[in-house]
């Protein structure tokens, strides 16, 4: 069974440390993940790469991940960071 796992990346404090990684949601189809991931684009100015504070929150980014269920191998669908 295929899921697509929305994750959401933040900076972690200690710059060292890299991003802390934060699960949202599993959805089963990926029209329903990305319309969830508009939606908290929307919400959540800064997360838009295009917001004038965007760097001073350290690049927060969201990806949707394509996995199996139970598997291991992962695909990046959709990564805000490269939009």
Do not use: W
Not at 19 to 24: F, P, R, W
Not at 26 to 34: H, N
């Amino acid at each position: 069974m295929e899921v697509f796992v929305v994750m959401k990346f933040i900076l972690c404090d200690d710059d060292f440390y890299g991003y802390n990684q934060h699960l949202v949601c599993i959805f089963s189809t990926y029209k329903d993940a990305k319309d969830y991931v508009d939606t908290f684009l929307l919400e959540n100015k800064h997360f838009n790469k295009d917001d004038k504070d965007y760097m001073s929150y350290g690049c927060p980014f969201v990806r949707i991940i394509k996995m199996e269920f139970g598997g291991t191998n992962k695909e990046i669908v959709f990564d805000s960071f490269l939009i």
